[in-house]
């Protein structure tokens, strides 16, 4: 069940986690010395409190502007607020963990997690806001994704005040098909963040909805926030309403309507349909009827469209009916149904209120009514051909359905349970769920992936070692993958040795690429190899010059005892890239040297 935009939620998350918590690349044009900066600053942050403001649109259909409010103390404190008409709130006063949503008049009651995930402040900073356009703060925590890849920065002003850094996102798993801007500003001399633009385009596909073609564009202002400030611990507590229910997850307490309508008979509305004609639920008398609810924005109801038009078709010999129900508009609707070539009838719940009279809280949902009217089976949540198939029987019909999952809806579907069992520190859980995908899917690339990031994340060395083991079994031997794999390793400090192993087989099958020299001279340099390290790093720029290449050979100097040689890699690299912090500020530590 989802209550969000699935397909902002998709490209958010890839985004987080590639294009933010990623590893950064050292050819890097001069802009990876301040990305790293502003993530040190972030990391030392004890304390910040205020109000950030927040502008997202999807170019003509959506214009929203909020000030969501945050205050955060580590390691455990927290109270976000999403300062939008969903009310939602989230809150850690260090033992408990609340979160409300005041429309629906419902908060969930937890442990307060023994830390928030690594990035956990970058993550509320430039993502919280527009989440909160779209679900309030309920997947403010889903900010684990497991996605390989790296960003790419480049400076592209810098001055006493400012920084400002061009960030192009690369992956190393899923390709992305939708192409990624983003712009970040910092103060300089701090590395505190002042301002981000993150445009995304998405490509003209049918898959992408009513958003084909078109780009989503968000602004984020932190300049009003205040930063090392304690706050005193009665600031992050939370006492829900007294007419608020508490639930062990959203969209599951409250009234039976909420929880199910098995047994129940079909409730009275009355709607119209795409023509223009009053509809109500007295048409699902007399014969068996499937009622679904959906919306274009709602991507795991995209990847069920295809089989709700099978069962359509298979349907109208007259032995049951297909109807869905759709709270977009009729223009938006109608242009969406002929764009893929679907039939099926849609009726127009544009106001909400059939779904506010089912109690229904998320997307998809599909009601089995036997032909006297009556519920027989409520399923929230994803669908699969056999589940329907069976549903379909308790009702008296007996079907064989065509319409199948792909791997991918399969790879997108476990994702993001491990996603939310790994931001809610349920670490075994994420586990399980992407062990048991790649055993499903044994020959998925980025579901390897994934699981081997995963244990990078878990500091499991000796499950990441054996996975990539498998997958150059398998002959996943690209040099490209194996050198980024390594990289975020290195950057790390998880597992040298098997980094140090993944480089040099990257190596062999492509000896003068400067950037795998430059990912084995840093990890050996990173395992004490000062001599092989410097080899490599040496090798590395006469292929190509690059300053913070020069960076790390400096280093391996430095290790060796070659102080006067170190010093003039170092002056070179500041020669090249005169704002690298880095290189100056080892010139002038070796300069000071006796």
Known sequence: MVSVPRIIWTSRVLLAWIGLVGCVKSHASGGGEWLAKMYSWMDDAQCVSGAFDVRAGFEDQLEVKLSPTVRFQRPRRLYLSTGDAS????????????????????ARKQPAPESFPPRFLEDVLSRFGARGLYSGALDMLWGGAVLPGWVEPKLLAVSPETVSLELQVNSAGPELDFNVHTEVRADARTGRLLRVTREVTYPDHPKYGPWAGKQMVTE???????????????????????DVEIVGDFGQGGNKAQESWEGEALPAFRVKDLMGMSRDSEMFSGKPTLLYFWSTWCWPCLEELDLMQELFECGQDGEFHVFTLASDRSATLAAFLQNRGYTFPVLLDTDRSVRETFGIQGLPRLFFVDKEGRIAVDTPGALSAASVESALRTVGVDVTLKRRFTDEDLFVRSL???????SLGREKSARKFL?????????????????????????????ARSRMGQLINLGWNEPGLLNNVAHTWAETDFCLESAEQLALRARAAD??????????????FKRGK???????????????ENDEVRLHWAASLEALGKIDRALA??????????????????????????
Do not use: M
């Open 87 to 106: 009310g939602t709130v989230v809150a850690s006063d260090g033992e408990i963990l609340w979160t409300h949503v005041a429309p629906w008049k419902e």
């Open 220 to 242: 984020e202002d932190y300049t009003k926030l205040n930063w090392g400030e304690p706050l005193e611990k009665d600031e992050f507590q939370f006492l829900p309403p007294v």
């Open 416 to 422: 993001s349970k491990a996603q939310r069992a790994y």
């Open 435 to 463: 062990e048991e995908l790649a055993d499903q899917l044994p020959h998925h690339l980025a579901a390897e992936l994934a699981l081997t990031d995963l244990y990078r994340a878990l500091d499991d060395c000796e499950r």
């Open 511 to 524: 000896p003068d690429s400067p950037v795998i020299l430059d990912t084995l001279g840093w990890v050996q």
């Open 530 to 544: 000062a001599f092989e390290a410097e080899r490599n790093l040496s090798r590395s720029i006469a292929l190509e």
């Open 569 to 594: 890699v170092y002056e070179k690299a500041l020669e090249l890239n005169p704002d690298n912090l880095e290189a100056r500020e080892s010139v002038e530590r070796l300069r000071e040297k006796p």
